[in-house]
């Protein structure tokens, strides 16, 4: 039977039963809901509607309309006529769901202080089911129920329809989730809230408990002011500052509306399972976690507040036991910490007699001493004549309740009633023989400030600046950045404390430049996404040469700057520049938010996992997330660090491989008489340089594997290492020229295989998942996940004369490697070789080391080699090699020359403040040798004009006096001079002891080109 067939059915049924009973029947449809607002819900619904939300928990509910209400007489017994009139609507209730809904509807609503007060529309006791609900019981379980009454001579499609129709509608609603926002410049400590009344009020009951009168009572204040909040921010400001609290919302049609957000709970009953919450004794928070430590401590030793406390403790479990609830042992007394302010809380749990519903128990509890006093009655009574002013719901149970009588009702604390453009604000103190009335006021002043700040109009904006911090901080923890690297400044303070307490691992770098670095090189080990985060004006600057490398290299890196507000760059101000687009081109997308404190956390949420799948690949790179804060920057006294919204990743879009690039991909190897496949720098995985070594074997083309490539962690009869060497002999060269290329990666490090590239007139194609590729002039540049398309190809296999020429050539170049390392160990390729040998993780510096690198790293070592080859520049390579370190949690040797030491030695102090363990091997040959090989610098020395030459050589070889080691022991760290010859024993006393360990190796850079003629020699 359709869903419709069995609604109608149902609804015949319950038509049928109001006939026999002469009183209407209910019927529910229950439907699956997706993630929504429930304040938005209710606020687009209009009155009469009620919210109530429990951030914390997960659990909100939006109710609007009323389909069956329950109202209660003003007596002592309406708790027991209104569980009564829940377990009769039950009887009369015909529940349907669809889709494996959760069917069971719930009734929200109120009561008041006592039976005899009350407000207009807010009457002793209200108990609603509403005409269509929206109820999160949890973020996995979401619901949209429809309710209506249904007489007898209802028609069954009709109603069936007007269900199915409200169901339909609420499925299409998608109302903006309703943010916090300022409005006005009132502030809360502006106000006035002396209260002489209160004072004596306090004074006659302190006296009357010392004469024996009461035992305790709870005398409440109201404060009225002339402003009518927004009330859609309002209760946003109350959700987001008070998490652990319940918030609430009861309008009427009228315009009034009662709200709030209470930390007490009354009753909550689940099954026979009953818990109830001992709230009293009150403490301010301190302005830091240690100050709250401290605070925390005196209240659970102040007399007057345990005093305070054992009664409400004591009362409500003997209220329990005396209506034979079986009691659990209580819990001890904890601390319970809210916005402002610290209350003492013992949690009570007692089994339930069979049959009891919440609302029993709530009859049982309410008015407990910690919203009236004992004894129960005078104090009461007590109350209602000294107050000058009517509770109405105020300290009144307000909740809700499902039809089983399962549910939880709270003491309606911290709370206001907004009428026009009046709002009545209510708080109140326990007030005990050891009260002091000036104490009591204050306390009063102290809960009131719960709701003052969050009125429309006021400007402290912590709250909301930091829930924008730590929802920023989620989303990365839930994009899978790997770690943060933090650079401490005034302006980033939320951005930096959300990060530390719950976003990624996070470290602090002192400089931006070398941070930058650091989590590109973090970045490059762990393979995943690593972040920045700095002030604003000139440190985000700073950011702008990793940010290059990043482009270029296809590194996922993260950069959150935080910013002044707009309009402080027209004013001056220091500190401040356009910070709007301020990486250009080079950032693969940018969120720039609104002023922190005006946005929507979940929305920046969303914003930041945006970002974040952009930077990750297929074409990965870095990403710009620019935040402005206002004053104040430091933490409001309580946060709710965790957001209460669900955040969910972009679906992942799967390495598919398209059958068009298989056809082309075989069809031009087939087509090809003999080809070759050259692999350039690349971060390759192991199933990746697997695929290629497979591809080559079935085709019988050469592979020429750049020393960045991974290709050269194992040996293959198709693997060339030497291809530099090889191209570069214009015989072989001539001899060996292929038909068509497959290239992969960047661009090959050597000069002579770029040029040869350059030269060949042979087809290509180029197989790019990482966008690398943009230029025209390949036959075909193919997209796809690079090991999944060359599995899928079954080229035909070319001659296995052209595969042994080039094998040939290749074992006679390795044999010229080991013959230069035994009969000149003291040049820089030698000592490189060695390094490559005896490491497991090395990063190249640029110029001269990745060459030799090129030049010298032999297959099948597993040594893995990474460095900068994006903009393939000097700049960082200490900071990305202590970021390596930090991302692999195991030493990194580097291998750098000298100006690239000097340049970064700043980034010495990173390396040692991240406690990792680094080796830094220094070719020190007197400046740049590389720029010796420049065509004008040649010819300036074959002129034999040696002014000439030596300004040329100033100006480009930057030849530096420094010892290098000295410079490096200024930064705290172990620097030794070694000799060429005894750089095996300095590299395994540098591994013996943890930390950072500079080997300067005094290098000859004549013998270094020597080196370099020996090994290229045609």
């Known amino acids: 039977m359709s869903d419709r067939g069995r609604l109608e059915q149902r609804v015949a049924r319950a038509a049928a039963r109001a006939g026999v009973s002469g009183r209407p029947s209910i019927v529910t449809l229950a439907a699956p809901a997706k993630e929504t607002d429930a304040l938005a819900v209710s606020l687009q619904a209009g009155p009469p509607f009620a919210y109530w939300e429990m951030p914390d928990r997960g659990f909100a509910m939006a109710a609007t309309g009323e389909a069956h209400i329950i109202g209660t007489p003003a007596d002592a017994g309406r708790f027991g006529t209104a569980s009564a009139a829940v377990r009769d609507l039950a009887s009369r209730t015909h529940q349907v769901a669809v889709d494996g809904a959760d069917r069971a509807p719930l009734l929200i609503g109120g009561f008041s202080f006592t039976p005899d007060s009350g407000w207009p529309g807010f009457p002793a006791g209200r108990l609603v089911l509403p005409d269509l609900a929206y109820i999160q019981r949890h973020p996995g379980n979401r619901v949209w129920i429809a309710a209506t009454e249904v007489q007898a001579d209802a028609h069954p499609a009709t109603v069936a329809g007007a269900l199915l129709g409200r169901i339909r509608a609420a499925r299409r609603m998608a109302p903006a989730r309703v943010t916090p926002r300022v409005t006005g410049d009132r502030r809360a400590d502006d106000m006035d809230l002396h209260d002489p009344g209160y004072l004596a009020g306090a004074a006659q009951a302190i006296r009357l408990i010392r004469e024996g009168g009461l035992t305790k009572v709870t005398l409440a204040r109201r404060v009225d002011v002339d402003h009518q909040p927004a009330l859609g921010p309002f209760l946003a400001a109350l959700r987001q500052i008070h998490g652990a609290c319940a918030v609430f919302a009861f309008a009427r049609p009228g315009g009034a509306v009662f709200c709030g957000a209470t930390p007490e709970l009354l009753a909550r009953v689940e099954g026979l399972t009953v818990e109830a919450l001992a709230l009293a004794g009150t403490a301010p928070r301190g302005s830091s976690g240690s100050e709250d430590q401290r605070l925390a401590h005196v209240l659970l030793n102040d007399p007057k507040e345990l005093e305070e406390h054992a009664h409400v403790r004591a009362e409500l479990m003997r209220r ?359 692999v350039g720098p690349r971060a390759t995985d192991q199933t990746e340089r697997d695929a290629v070594h497979r591809l080559a074997a079935r085709c019988g083309w050469p592979i020429l594997a750049d020393g960045m490539s991974g290709l050269r962690n194992r040996d293959g009869e198709n693997l060339v290492t030497a291809g530099d060497m090889l191209v570069g002999d214009r015989a072989f060269a001539t001899r060996h020229t292929p038909d068509a290329v497959i290239r992969i990666g960047g661009l090959p490090t050597g000069t002579l295989t770029q040029n040869w590239l350059e030269g060949l007139q042979a087809p290509e194609i180029v197989l790019d998942p990482d966008f690398r590729w943009r230029a025209p002039g390949p036959e075909a540049v193919l997209r796809d996940p690079i090991a999944p398309l060359i599995d899928r190809v079954s080229p035909s296999p070319v001659d296995s004369g052209w595969t042994h020429a080039w094998r040939t050539a290749e074992l006679r170049v390795r044999e010229r490697r080991r013959y230069e390392r035994s009969h000149h160990p003291d040049t820089e390729l030698a000592i490189t070789a060695e390094v490559l040998d005896n490491e497991a993780l090395v990063w190249a510096g640029s110029s001269m080391p990745v060459r030799h690198v090129n030049a010298m790293l032999e297959p099948g070592g597993g040594v893995a080699v990474f460095g900068n080859r994006g903009a393939s520049g000097i700049d960082g390579t200490l900071a990305s090699a202590a970021g390596a370190a930090l991302g692999f949690g195991r030493r990194v040797t580097a291998v750098v020359g000298d100006l690239t030491f000097l340049h970064d030695a700043g980034s010495l102090t990173t390396a040692r403040a991240l406690g990792v363990d680094l080796s830094i091997v220094v070719l020190d040959n007197g400046g740049g040798a590389i720029f010796a090989m420049l065509p004008y610098l040649r010819s300036l020395r074959e002129s034999g004009v040696e002014d000439a030459y030596a300004q040329g050589r100033e100006l480009f070889v930057t030849p530096h006096d420094q010892d290098l080691a000295a410079v490096a022991g200024g930064f705290g760290v172990t620097a030794e001079r070694i000799e060429p010859g005894e750089i095996v024993k300095a590299l395994r006393d540098a591994r013996s002891r943890p930390g950072v360990s500079v080997l300067v190796a005094k290098t000859d850079a004549e013998a270094m080109f020597a080196a370099y003629d020996r090994l290229y020699r045609t």
């Open 320 to 678: 329990l036991s005396d209506r034979g609830f079986a009691l659990d042992p209580p819990e001890p007394t904890s601390i319970l910490e809210l916005p402002g302010i610290l209350h003492l809380a013992t949690r009570i749990s007692a089994v339930a007699p069979v049959g009891t519903g919440v609302l029993d128990v709530v009859g049982s509890l309410h008015p407990t001493p910690a919203v009236g006093g004992l004894p129960r009655d005078h104090a009461t009574s007590w109350i209602v004549a000294q107050e000058p002013f009517d509770r109405g719901w105020y300290a009144g149970p307000v909740g809700y309740c499902d039809l089983s009588g399962n549910g939880e009702f709270h003491a309606a604390l911290r709370s206001c009633l907004i009428d026009g453009n009046r709002t009545s604000l209510f708080a109140g103190a326990g007030v005990v023989s050891a009260s002091q009335p000036e104490e009591e006021l204050r306390e009063t002043d102290l809960k009131l400030g719960a709701l003052l700040p969050s009125l429309a109009g006021m400007t402290d904006h912590r709250w909301r600046s930091y829930a924008t911090a730590d929802a920023l901080a989620a989303a990365l923890v839930k994009g899978g950045v790997a770690g943060v690297i933090i650079s401490p400044g005034s302006r980033s303070t939320p951005l930096a404390l959300a990060v530390t307490d719950e976003g990624p691992p996070a470290r602090i770098v002192l400089d931006e430049r070398s941070a930058g670095f650091t989590a590109l090189g973090l970045a490059k080990a762990t393979g995943k996404p690593a972040a920045v985060v700095c002030t604003s004006g000139s440190a985000a600057a700073n950011y702008l040469p990793a940010v290059v490398e990043a482009d270029r290299g296809r590194v996922p890196l993260v950069v959150v700057t935080a910013d002044r507000p707009p309009g402080f760059l027209d004013r001056d101000a220091p500190q401040t520049i356009n910070q709007v687009g301020l990486y250009g081109s080079a950032v693969r997308a940018s969120a720039c938010l609104p002023v922190a404190h005006e946005c929507d956390p979940e929305w920046v949420a969303g914003e930041v996992l945006r970002v974040l799948e952009a930077a990750c690949p297929p074409d990965a790179g870095p990403v710009h997330v620019n935040v402005p804060f206002d004053k104040p920057l430091e933490p409001p006294a309580r946060r709710d660090t965790r957001p209460s919204f669900e955040m969910s990743l972009p679906e992942s879009r799967g390495e598919r491989v398209l059958g068009s690039s298989m056809e082309r991909l075989e069809g031009f190897m087939d087509r090809a008489g003999a080809g070759v496949i050259v």
